[in-house]
């Protein structure tokens, strides 16, 4: 006998009570290309417009090169918050593959440490569908909705292509992950993710020497990008732990420090303008007068729209 899906009404319900078991059928939901009316539905439900207020969850960027220990940083973040009772969903992108459309690595735990299941935690895997190297739209959409439920929601790329950038349009707070021993700060120059972050994490601290030395290069980097308010952190997760107490406290206050409304229309509005691009193209964006254009449209849009309904928005104006 199958399993009754879940309506969108009644997920938008369970997500507004603060029910975190709501997240496995939501994203089913988002990720359905049969369902997208419905989707559209529960993302105009769940709208700042709708709740009244932003949804109160504390969406995190988590970016960095391949290797560099951003899951492991991350499977030592989430038993943290846990053990201080914040729920955390986790949404990592994985490429996807070109047969299925899925996440090549599947529905796993990559995050060391974390376990999976349990109360107040939630770890999905999400394809980059035909982004690649991008954030596809349900995931943004997956990061909106559940900060409505959820205290922490992070989202870890894979450190690659446009991704690294994307995830600044779409978090309240960025984290890059460097890697000790990865080059000098002009390498972190030419890589171009210098330029998002809100805070930078040296992983690996236990190495000593050479994570010291990575944390004077990022420091030169940040000093010639006159990016002197970008935290910089060096830590390791592995036990014993360093540093971790000190990157919750820091991500605390960088979020209680945010004029968030502002941040959100900023981060909606620009994925609006990705996400408008990946279905129209090119051809779509000239044809509302070029990119300036559709950012002025957006501008002049309803602050309290979703993604999706501007998105909208923008298309119907296309000829």
Known sequence: MSQRIATAQELVGRLRRRDV????A?????????????ASALMAALSPGALGAEAPGHIIGLTGPP???????????????RGSDRSVAVLAVDPSSKRSGGALLGDRIRIAGSGVGGPGRFIRSMAARERVGGLAPATRAAAQVLAVAFD????????VGQSETEVGDLADTVVVVLQPGAGDGLQYL?????EIPDLLVVAKADLGGPAQAALRDARS??????????GLLAVSALPPTQGIDELIAWLDEHRAGLDLGARR????????????????GERGLRALGGRRAAEQALLE??????????????GAQVV
């Open 21 to 24: 078991s709501a997240a496995p």
């Open 26 to 38: 939501t994203l089913n939901l988002l990720e359905d290309e049969n369902r997208r009316s419905e």
């Open 67 to 81: 290797g560099a220990g951003k899951s492991t940083l991350l499977g030592a973040l989430v038993s943290a918050w």
């Open 152 to 159: 922490l929601v992070v989202v870890e790329t894979v450190g």
């Open 190 to 194: 030419k890589a171009g993710v210098m």
């Open 221 to 230: 980097t940040l000093a010639v990008l006159g990016a002197g308010a970008t």
């Open 265 to 280: 229309l900023q981060t909606r509005r620009a994925g609006a303008l990705a996400d408008f691009i990946s279905e129209y």
């Open 301 to 314: 849009s309803d602050r309290d729209l979703d993604g999706p309904s501007l998105v909208a928005s923008l």
